[in-house]
T-cell receptor, first 112, second 114 residues
């Protein structure tokens, strides 16, 4: 049972344009959400998070949007840069869980 | 420098052998986790520990064992009962009292069964 899903295995974007990565979840007990970036053969690094009391959080070029009624979150990267090329994982956690559940990941490729 | 150290980076195991992956952190985090990454399947939770001397099974605990005798250390043993052990293993730690904090990951160990 995949509680966190990233339905797009890959995304290709031109440098300078917007990248939009999507994530859906099924468990309504999740109350905080995170995005991680991962390069090959390395551990994921934290990018940005959002709690369920908000619907938007911004950090520089990165913005995460949360739609609780649709159980959907998205990560916007504007403008996209070649260095953003990596695998992006969304993750979800809940007050009663004490652990993070990850999606399958989306490979982002930003072309110069 | 604070961080999480996983060793070794690459590990080869013969079928039928147990192997232990090391994970050490000096971030003073109470919670530690082990994840496994396979192509197209994201990160799947094997075991996690919220406090010393206590740990919980994750989603794919069969064939694995852990211990948490010290706050800084959370070793993972891949036993011969694990049918498909070849994967990339990631250890992480976090502060469970701050629910919006991120988990910090190590650099991973790639285990290959030969």
């Amino acid at each position: 049972d995949q509680q966190v899903k990233q339905n797009s295995p890959s995304l290709s974007v031109q440098e300078g344009r917007i990248s939009i990565l999507n994530c859906d979840y099924t468990n309504s007990m999740f109350d905080y959400f995170l995005w991680y970036k991962k390069y090959p053969a390395e551990g994921p690094t934290f990018l940005i998070s959002i709690s369920s009391i908000k619907d938007k959080n911004e950090d520089g070029r990165f913005t995460v949007f949360l739609n609780k009624s649709a159980k959907h979150l998205s990560l916007h990267i504007v403008p996209s840069q070649p260095g953003d090329s990596a695998v992006y994982f969304c993750a979800a956690g809940g007050t009663s869980y004490g652990k993070l559940t990850f999606g399958q990941g989306t490979i982002l490729t930003v072309h110069p | 420098d604070g961080g999480i150290t996983q060793s070794p980076k690459y590990l080869f195991r013969k079928e039928g052998q147990n192997v232990t992956l090391s994970c050490e952190q000096n971030l003073n985090h109470d919670a530690m986790y082990w994840y496994r990454q396979d192509p197209g399947q994201g990160l799947r939770l094997i075991y996690y520990s919220q406090i010393v001397n206590d740990f919980q099974k994750g989603d794919i605990a069969e064939g694995y064992s852990v211990s948490r005798e010290k706050k800084e250390s959370f070793p993972l043993t891949v036993t011969s009962a694990q049918k498909n052990p070849t994967a990339f293993y990631l250890c992480a730690s976090s502060r469970p009292e701050n629910l919006n904090t991120e988990a910090f990951f190590g650099q991973g160990t790639r285990l290959t069964v030969v």
